[in-house]
């Protein structure tokens, strides 16, 4: 499985919502916690090609998006391919 980092801040319930659904497909994550850390914040939004909201989720390289986009994936089955190696 490609490893999974997703840019989140505490009580955002977009970043809940996109955790849960990784967290109930069996997905190991690396949750970054930007809230309190501008650098990581600024690192997360070049990353992104400028998205400044959270969740902010990369799947090995690939940008995936939001919670939306993410959901969006598992809705149309695309989200196991793109999780595989």
């Known amino acids: 499985m490609k490893p999974v980092e ?7 319930p977009y970043c809940l919502a996109a ?10 994550f690396t949750e970054i916690d930007v809230s ?8 997360m939004t070049q990353r992104a090609n400028g998205s400044r909201t959270v969740p902010q ?5 690939r940008h995936v998006g939001g919670s939306d986009d993410l ?3 598992e809705y149309d089955g695309a989200l ?3 999780l595989a190696d």
């Open 6 to 12: 997703i840019y989140t801040t505490p009580y955002c």
């Open 19 to 28: 955790k849960r659904l990784l967290t109930k497909k069996g997905v190991t």
């Open 36 to 43: 309190q850390h501008p650098a990581l914040r600024m690192a």
């Open 57 to 61: 989720i990369f799947v090995g390289e």
């Open 71 to 73: 959901h969006a994936l």
């Open 80 to 82: 196991d391919a793109l």
